[in-house]
């Protein structure tokens, strides 16, 4: 990445983190994220013109980097849920930035949990299918033949672990019953973390199964549709719920507890619709 690029995502990122030092307010404007099969052909479009402008200017290398450096204090603890909140909204309001249009569609797995390869979602038309046999290089599909540059320069890569089939994820049913079950964030997040979240990750393999799993868009998609997951919880009565392990060394989580980058409270995140977390979704997952 050119050092000037760096310094102006360094610079942009700097003002978001500071934002919300500014106040919380019920926002005036709502991002509304859509399922992706319900995208107009107008709205794919936004969405393809965008992420290439991103590509460009080298977004996916800043969040990888930030994902990578951050990773074990956000996976296996209670940030996990909340970390990836502000994530996936910092990378739709920097999208935004290009496309007021754009906003971060979730995949909604349910729908192709018994065979997730033959999903639509993975067709040339939407974000390509698995990698070549040869080298695991992802050749069709939105983000066909990048190169990735962070950690190092590769192919964006797919190794489906199941060959060329996906081994089957987890149903609306098992999810179901973790949110009526489930009355603690310390047991509601790993039995989505280690599940429904880990499932798709371990699936599509390659770049998805690493630390820098950010490289691939399906990553934002995915952890939308986990995200819509929370929301469904948080909307049974556990809106503010949040307790649980912190990374190994470090307190319990907390809604005071700062995010692990981003340095604002967990309390800042908990609500859509208010301070930074301007969008919602179109249907119930």
């Not at 990836?84 to 754009?102: A, L, S, T, V, W």
């Not at 983000?143 to 609306?172: D, E, K, V």
């Not at 489930?182 to 989505?192: E, L, N, Q, V, Y």
Request: proline fraction near 5%.
């Amino acid at each position: 990445m050119r050092q000037a690029t760096l310094f102006s995502i360094i610079s942009i990122s700097a003002l978001s983190i500071s934002a919300w030092a500014a106040g919380v307010a019920q926002c005036t404007s709502i991002a509304e994220r859509k399922e992706i099969l319900d995208l107009s052909p107008e709205e794919w479009i936004v969405l393809q013109s965008t992420v290439a402008l991103l590509r460009r200017d080298g977004w996916f290398q800043w969040y990888s980097y930030i994902h990578d450096t951050s990773f074990n204090s956000i996976h296996g603890t209670s940030h996990f849920f909340p970390f990836h909140r502000r994530f996936i909204r910092d990378f739709e309001m920097i999208g935004q930035r290009y496309n007021p249009r754009f906003a971060v569609p979730y995949w909604n797995e349910f729908k192709d949990y018994r065979n997730p390869a033959l999903s639509p979602i993975l067709s040339t038309s939407y974000f390509g299918g698995n990698g070549r046999a040869t080298d695991g290089c992802v050749s069709d599909g939105l983000q066909a033949g990048w190169t990735m540059t962070y950690p190092n320069s590769h192919c964006l890569a797919r190794t489906f672990n199941g060959g060329a089939q996906i081994q089957a994820w987890y149903t609306s049913e098992y999810t179901s019953s973790v949110m009526q079950r489930d009355t603690t964030m310390a047991k509601f997040r790993p039995d989505i973390e280690y599940t429904v979240h880990g499932a798709a990750h371990i699936g599509l393999g390659g770049d998805m199964s690493t630390r820098t799993s950010t490289n691939d868009m399906v990553f934002m998609v995915h952890h939308a549709f986990i995200d819509h997951i929370w929301a469904s919880w948080q909307s049974q009565g556990y809106q503010m719920t949040m307790d649980g392990p912190g990374a190994p060394g470090e307190p319990d989580v907390t809604l005071a507890s700062l995010l692990p980058y981003y340095q604002e409270p967990v309390e800042s995140v908990m609500t859509l619709g208010w301070g930074l977390m301007c969008y919602g979704y179109a249907a119930p997952v």
